[in-house]
């Protein structure tokens, strides 16, 4: 079985600083991918960044970057220089060997302060 | 493009009504997907299509129908609803070709909020 925990309900950044959201997951498929996804409150869920389980580097997309911890099973997701725009709800899901189903987190509610 | 379209926007619809949401990909994407997201909660997987065909249903009521015509589109029909089918319902689709997407992320279009009464 597939498990996605997010332990932080709610988090506060100062803009322009970097913040991280934490991920942890469980499977026992040995190829999976990571995923990130970014909520705004209008309601589209937008890819942000993904992370397979063989790649050696930790993912990056501009301002995010995935944390990779395998042996930990954790994904966290790094955003530096933290803007107004990005406050958000954050999911972080995983998919196993049956790469149409997602499991997700049950998010992180992220506020950027002026 | 990764655009994912969905109409209508809104919906407000009695428990006697018929209405269909639509979803739209010019992606070329080949698997297609129905999400049903309350406030606050992470997004639950509905259906899935794969290559046209109905590949994964998660236990949904009847009451929701969908309905893939061809690789482009996505319909969900609603038929006699409960006030506790109001959500957000997200469409999304991706690739299914290996090499085509390295992580088959999945793209999501704006949902439709749907409010039985």
């Known amino acids: 079985a597939q498990k996605i925990t997010q332990t932080q309900p709610g988090m506060f950044v100062q803009e322009k600083e970097a913040v991280t959201l934490d991920c942890t997951y469980d499977t026992s498929d040995p190829s999976y991918g990571l995923f990130w996804y970014k909520q705004p409150s209008s309601g589209e869920m937008i890819f942000l960044i993904y992370q397979g389980s063989y790649d050696q580097q930790n993912a990056t997309e501009g301002r995010y970057s995935l944390n990779f911890q395998k042996a930990r099973k954790s994904a966290n997701l790094v955003i530096s220089a933290s803007q107004l725009g990005d406050s958000a709800m954050y999911f972080c899901a995983m998919r196993g060997y049956n790469f149409n189903k997602f499991y997700f987190g049950s998010g992180t509610k992220l506020n950027v302060k002026p | 493009d990764t655009e994912v379209t969905q109409t209508p926007k809104h919906l407000v619809m009695g428990m006697t009504n018929k209405k269909s949401l639509k979803c739209e990909q010019h992606?070329?994407?080949?698997?297609m997907y129905w999400y049903k997201q309350k406030a606050k909660k992470p997004p639950e997987l509905m259906f899935v299509y794969s290559y046209e065909k109905l590949s994964i249903n998660e236990s949904v009521p009847s009451r929701f129908s969908p309905e893939c015509p061809n690789s482009s589109l996505l319909n969900l029909h609603l038929h006699a609803l409960q006030p506790e089918d109001s959500a957000l319902y997200l469409c999304?689709?991706?690739?299914?070709?290996?090499?085509?997407?390295?992580?088959?992320?999945?793209?999501f279009g704006p949902g439709t909020r749907l409010t039985v009464t």
């Open positions: 999304a689709s991706s690739h299914l070709t290996p090499g085509l997407a390295r992580g088959y992320e999945q793209y």
């Open positions: 992606m070329g994407h080949r698997a």
